[in-house]
């Protein structure tokens, strides 16, 4: 898949005719799934090339600083969703304020048209571009035909009679509900990033943990204790992981501690992505390590039953 940061950097030729794919698309959930996986099938369809049109940072970052964490993918695990689905090429634009100035026309005629050349673009039903979101999927569809260029509006998809959205994701991830979360995005919302050392104070109680450190603008499930599978480039492991402060020790930064189940070995300075599988239960402070000891035991056989029935089911 081909990839520019920037319009300087695509291409005056990618190949064929160009179909686009227009969306931020944070997560790549089941419904953008749906968005280019039309667009690919278009470009298949005319013997042409499909290009996915996102952006970094997030809009909504711009837009609205200062707020929590929103991320559902970092742009590198957006990136290597796109190159799973079949996308030919990902135009990646830097948006700032001054981008987020530009008139919807300027849009249509200049980047879409004059600059990337379409020949058909897909978005979702709810699209908007422009200063101030003033275009709308009715002004792209009738500019589409003004200039003879084929326009596909996408439905959203619909899971337990709602729209899917990626707004919806970050609230499920947010209340712990890592299981709805696994059925919107069509797979397993994951934490990925480097594993750093701790105090060790897990090892000295008998459940040695990796300590994940997630990227910073990720949106981080409610505290809790989890079912997780745990990928660490090698092998894939099952876990528990905690997401929280430990208060049984004080309340400290909130921190990804994962247990990993059948493994003997240190991970620091690795790389690994945790998958969360379920909720097994909210975080709380014991009497004492005996006891924290105790539950610790029965939150791994608790993720242990859980992995062996393969968690929440996968909308494909």
Known sequence: MHIARDLAEVPPDLGGPVVLALGTFDGVHVGHRRVIGTAVARARAINGKAAVVTFEPHPAEVLYPGGEPMLLTTLDERLALLAQIGVDAAIVLPFDEQFARMPAQTWLDEVLAARLRAREIVVGASYTFGHGREGTTERLAAWGRERGLAVHLVPAVRVDGEPVSSSR????????????????????????????????????????????APPARKVLPALGVYATSVETGERRYGGATNVGRRPTFGPREVTVETFLLDFDGDLTGREIAVEFVERIREERAFAGVHELVRQIATDVAQAQQLLARGGPSIIR
């Open 169 to 212: 994701i970050r609230t499920a991830v947010r209340r712990g509900a890592v299981g709805a979360a696994t059925r919107l995005l069509g797979r397993r919302y994951s934490l990925r990033g480097p594993v750093v050392r701790g105090d060790g104070r897990g090892r000295t109680i008998g459940f040695p943990t990796a300590n994940l």
